[in-house]
């Protein structure tokens, strides 16, 4: 679409370009004209393609006296992107979001659509120890204004096209006068692509979607992205998926960067595609996925001064029955070969097998690090045989990103450092040679 845009016409050289060629123009001269009103109609087609969400029931009188429908964020950083805060809104569907910044200090204030809704993310979000680039966010409530509820009214689309979106910085810069936008993925797949448009208002969500219709754009409210990411979490509960998708990701960022980010469980096998910014991670186990993703929602991942966002992929594979059982044998995605060998020769013949996320050289041992647990097991087999690699010891070892996070071993630590106290046996602790006085103040 934007790829196109040119002499201030909207989609050129795009059959879109022919449904309406006046609306695309007064666009571009004067946005504002299109400002979104009360009395929005949609006509007959827009509702047979937009899908119909559950209107929610109306919140207890008495539990909207307490809380209201607006959640206030304090206390955030002054760098730290909108959405980079939505990251951790489990909950929803939101009308409005708001980002106001006074006397130096931040505030980001959610208005629901339903009273339940914002509870739900009031207790979740004060149970967590939440951090966005090292500080603590405060929350507090206001009764705020309750939406006129609509049906089709979703602050999230979808906008088809088949490689002509051009860049999400495109996207963003085109579709900004509709409103301020919380973030915008773009996905590059075979048939089309696809760009998911999360505006900070259920309004202008509507706005954009009706406008860009009658230019003869294939584009589709979705739900509310804070919503999917807590339903998605919810299924990935009960169905024990093992998946997570990490969006976000810097350009610069490389493969290897980002492996160094993602601790908690084996790993299966994953994927990056850079020109995305999204990646792809099976875990072998769901407790390692969940563990992952309750880290980077409520901790955060971190990388090149970005947090990264992570959910539950909903399509997630079972693990093969084959990989199972090498995985209890020991199989990891990571080799050790025990020897000198020469580099180059290594990664020329590792790269037979599979793609290689790293390899770590010393003078008498090598660890390669492939992408797919399959892949480290088929050069585990094959290498053996090759020249250069006779008498030579080859070995699985562990995988770097089962180990725990740095914070969670310190806690762990703490905790068994308290639990062996308590199983000192009393006579010791009763003849003063261990912590008296800690015993005493307990």
């Known amino acids: 679409m934007l ?24 666009f571009q001269r004067n946005p504002r004209q299109f400002r979104p009103r009360e009395d ?26 307490v809380h209201g429908l607006t959640v206030h964020i304090r206390d955030l950083p002054l760098n730290a992107l909108v959405g980079e805060v939505l990251d951790f809104v489990m909950g929803g569907p939101i009308f409005r979001v708001d980002d106001l910044v006074q006397n130096g200090k931040r505030t980001v204030s959610l208005t629901f659509f339903d009273t339940r809704d914002a509870l739900a993310f009031y207790k979740d979000a004060t149970s967590q120890e939440i951090d966005v680039f090292g500080r603590r966010p405060k929350f507090s409530w206001d009764k705020g204004t309750a939406p006129k509820w609509n049906g089709l009214l979703s602050r999230s689309i979808v906008l088809w096209d088949k490689g002509r979106l051009g860049t999400e910085e495109d996207i963003l810069s085109y579709l900004s006068p509709f409103g301020p936008i919380d973030r915008v993925t773009l996905m590059k797949e075979k048939t089309a692509d696809r760009a998911f448009i999360n505006f900070l208002s259920a309004e202008s969500g509507l706005w954009a979607a009706s406008e860009l219709r009658k230019t003869g754009a294939i584009v589709q409210l979705t739900k509310d992205r804070c919503s999917a990411a807590a339903s998605n979490r919810a299924i990935a509960a009960k169905n024990q998926m093992r998946s997570v998708i990490l969006r976000s990701i810097p350009p610069q960022t490389t493969l290897s960067e980002l492996c160094g980010r993602i601790r908690g469980g084996l790993i299966h096998r994953m994927s990056y595609v850079p020109e ?13 996925a969940a563990y992952f993703v309750q880290h980077a929602v409520y901790r955060g991942i971190n990388v090149h001064g ?42 020329a013949d590792c790269t037979q097998y599979g793609h290689v996320e790293r390899i770590v050289l010393s003078e ?79």
């Not at 029931?57 to 909207?64: H, K, M, Y």
């Not at 079972?318 to 020769?345: F, H, S, W």
């Open 3 to 26: 790829k196109y845009f040119a002499q201030r016409q909207l989609f050129r050289r795009h059959p879109w370009s022919r449904a309406s060629s006046r609306v695309s123009s007064n």
């Open 40 to 65: 929005l109609k949609l006509d007959e087609n827009f509702a047979t393609q937009f899908p119909a969400f559950e209107t929610p029931s109306e919140a207890l009188p008495g539990l909207r006296k």
């Open 276 to 288: 995305s910014g999204v990646a792809f991670v099976h875990f072998a186990e769901h407790s390692s």
């Open 306 to 347: 970005r947090r990264l966002n992570v959910v539950f992929l909903a399509d997630s594979e079972k693990l093969p029955e084959y990989l199972a059982q090498n995985i209890q044998l020991g199989a990891t995605r990571c080799l050790a070969i025990e020897g000198v060998v020469n580099p180059d020769m290594l990664r």
């Open 364 to 442: 008498s041992t090598s660890t390669v690090s492939f992408t797919h647990i399959q892949h480290a097991i088929k050069a585990s087999r094959m290498l053996p045989t090759k020249l250069g690699y006779e008498g030579l010891r080859i070995t699985f070892v562990a995988d770097p990103c089962a180990a725990p996070y740095p914070q969670d071993l310190r806690k762990a630590a703490t905790l068994e450092a308290e639990l062996s106290s308590l199983l000192i046996p009393s006579e010791v602790v009763n003849s003063g040679h261990l912590l008296d006085n800690t015993f005493r103040t307990a």
